[in-house]
């Protein structure tokens, strides 16, 4: 596989149900990003990893939790979400400039989420 | 901090006309600008991107943007648009931590026969 993968592409839950988003990059980028779009909205940066260190996290409520074993998985755990957090969530992975690299977003094709 | 402003919300063009999509940025140095595009339900794929050198930068699928640092713009281009064109367009700028991507609200474009 190539890219960035993102799995479920789709997801269903209820406002008690736990469940995770997963994203795998193929391309041995050294930083990875979760960002949220929402209808009508901007894209969202919600957290960032560099070599498996969180390096932002853009006050981001607690049900969501991520996660980044290695640099190239990274989970997003969700729990006790609300209807508002229905979106598209994104991965995206890049080798950033302070890694040699030029900073673009490679991007995942999302996750559709759904909270009922 | 770094931002991105996208004037249009939406834009419509007839099949074969020209097409510009404007951004603007607000960026204290030299910013590194990229112009992505997002079909319904996928993600965001990277037409063209700038650093530095020649202002004109030539991207994926025919398009162009010029970066006028006097105007603080990074504005897209296509000759002629094709059907296949209509989706929606971001702009974004590199933050300074040299990481994340700051984004627009993008410009959605509709292409008519």
């Given at each position: 596989?190539?890219?960035?993968?993102?799995?479920?592409?789709?997801?269903?839950?209820?406002?008690?149900?736990?469940?995770?988003?997963?994203?795998?990059?193929h391309?041995?980028?050294?930083?990875?990003y979760?960002?949220?779009?929402s209808?009508?909205?901007?894209?969202?940066?919600?957290?960032?990893?560099n070599?498996?260190?969180?390096?932002?996290?853009?006050?981001?409520?607690?049900?969501?939790?991520p996660?980044?074993?290695?640099?190239?998985?990274?989970?997003?755990?969700?729990?006790?979400?609300?209807?508002?957090d229905?979106?598209?969530?994104?991965?995206a992975?890049?080798?950033?400039?302070?890694?040699?690299?030029t900073?673009?977003?490679?991007?995942?094709?999302?996750?559709?989420?759904?909270?009922? | 901090?770094?931002?991105?402003?996208?004037?249009?919300?939406?834009?419509?063009?007839?099949?074969?006309?020209s097409?510009e999509?404007?951004?603007?940025?607000?960026?204290?140095?030299?910013?590194?600008?990229?112009?992505y595009?997002?079909?319904?339900?996928?993600?965001?794929q990277?037409?063209?991107?700038y650093?530095?050198?020649?202002?004109?930068?030539q991207?994926?699928?025919?398009?162009?943007?010029?970066?006028?640092?006097?105007?603080?713009?990074?504005?897209?281009?296509?000759?002629?648009?094709?059907?296949?064109?209509?989706?929606?367009?971001f702009c974004?700028?590199g933050?300074?931590?040299?990481?994340?991507?700051?984004?627009?609200?993008?410009?959605?474009?509709?292409?008519?026969p």
């Amino acid at each position: 596989e190539t890219g960035v993968t993102q799995t479920p592409r789709h997801l269903v839950m209820g406002m008690t149900n736990k469940k995770s988003l997963k994203c795998e990059q193929h391309l041995g980028h050294n930083a990875m990003y979760w960002y949220k779009q929402s209808a009508k909205k901007p894209l969202e940066l919600m957290f960032v990893y560099n070599f498996k260190e969180q390096t932002e996290n853009n006050s981001v409520p607690s049900r969501f939790s991520p996660e980044c074993p290695n640099s190239s998985h990274l989970f997003l755990h969700l729990h006790t979400l609300q209807p508002e957090d229905s979106a598209l969530y994104l991965c995206a992975s890049s080798q950033t400039r302070t890694g040699d690299g030029t900073g673009e977003l490679f991007f995942g094709e999302g996750s559709r989420l759904t909270v009922l | 901090a770094q931002s991105v402003t996208q004037p249009d919300i939406h834009i419509t063009v007839s099949e074969g006309a020209s097409l510009e999509l404007r951004c603007n940025y607000s960026y204290g140095a030299t910013p590194y600008l990229f112009w992505y595009v997002q079909s319904p339900g996928q993600g965001l794929q990277l037409l063209l991107k700038y650093f530095s050198g020649d202002t004109l930068v030539q991207g994926i699928k025919g398009f162009e943007a010029e970066f006028k640092r006097s105007q603080s713009s990074f504005n897209l281009r296509k000759p002629s648009v094709h059907w296949s064109d209509a989706a929606e367009y971001f702009c974004a700028v590199g933050k300074n931590s040299g990481y994340a991507l700051n984004f627009g609200k993008g410009t959605s474009l509709l292409v008519t026969p």
